[in-house]
């Protein structure tokens, strides 16, 4: 082939490329539509009362959110915002204390060489495949035996150890912490407390922030863990509040609207935590940048 053919061809190739360039964009799109759809109604809906809400569907936004959410914190003496700050605690407290069993377990494997680390990893491994619903039921008897059952407790131990989170810090560890600053500080006579403690997590800590992020979302969207744990409703998540109202739904419609609400609510907290821990990602990222 001369070499005109080939700039031909090349010039082809070039402009066929361009004209399907659109075609990735265009189908990001329709996902994004089809995701945010659900949510859009959400924040439509939890606008309209009882009459608009039955009585025609439409994306028009109503004239009741103040009545609906006044409704809901006057349902049941405000039992709604309990649900809420109950999940808080259990999604607060149980990423945080999975992020610090994450960050030394994590830390430990993938820093540290000694006999059986291979094979407590490859263990580690196999709990990230383990469906979290095939060992609801075992935990449940475990904790009911130890009379932990229907109890803060029974929501914030199995949450505690995420595989997928020491996996994650293991190999975040192994990438962003050298040896040879571990090297130089004991050198220095840090300990190795001190090493990991005013290192280590520094240097890990965008890892450790998305492992808290994960877990975060993890606990507060569980719902099988508290159906099964759980019988005193004062204790529920803001899932399982809302499960056992959509259940009396069906025999009180009035109540539809107050899920609805609810349902936009809960959504709040996840939105505004994506929010700020964005930016510590961000300044994260930038000093992890500046310092090598």
């Not at 309209?48 to 569907?57: A, G």
């Not at 049941?76 to 808080?88: E, F, H, K, L």
């Not at 810090?169 to 192994?174: E, G």
């Not at 009180?252 to 505004?272: D, E, F, K, R, S």
């Amino acid at each position: 082939m001369t070499p005109l053919t080939l700039t031909a061809d090349a010039t082809g190739r070039t402009a066929r490329a361009r004209r399907t360039a659109w075609v990735p964009t265009l189908v990001l799109l329709l996902g994004t539509l089809y995701c945010l759809i659900p949510i859009a109604w959400v924040v439509i809906a939890a606008t309209k009362d009882r009459s608009e809400l039955f009585s025609t569907f439409s994306f028009a936004p109503g004239t009741g959110f103040l009545d609906n959410l006044g409704d809901l914190t006057d349902y049941r003496d405000g039992i709604y915002w309990q649900w809420m700050a109950n999940s808080v605690f259990y999604a607060g407290v149980g990423a945080l204390l999975s992020a610090a069993v994450s960050a030394a377990g994590g830390y430990a494997l993938g820093r540290y060489a000694f006999r059986g680390r291979e094979f407590i990893f490859k263990v580690i491994l196999a709990g990230v495949l383990v469906p979290s619903i095939v060992l609801a039921v075992p935990q449940y008897l475990l904790l009911s035996k130890m009379g932990m059952a229907d109890s803060y407790w029974s929501m914030l131990l199995p949450s505690i150890l995420s595989p997928y989170g020491v996996y994650l810090v293991r190999i975040y560890a192994a990438a962003s912490v050298p040896a040879e600053l571990m090297e130089a500080a004991r050198m220095d006579g840090a300990s190795e407390w001190r090493i990991f403690s005013r290192i280590a997590v520094p240097m890990m800590m965008p890892g450790l922030i998305t492992v808290f992020l994960f877990q975060f979302v993890a606990i507060w969207n569980n719902f099988l863990l508290p159906y099964v744990m759980l019988a005193d409703d004062t204790k529920f998540p803001i899932t399982l509040g809302l499960y056992t109202l959509l259940a009396q739904g069906a025999s009180q419609p009035a109540l539809y609207t107050l899920v609805i609400t609810g349902c936009l609510l809960a959504i709040v907290p996840l939105i505004a935590l994506f929010l700020v821990i964005q930016r510590f990602w961000s300044l994260d990222l930038l000093s992890g940048s500046i310092k090598s």
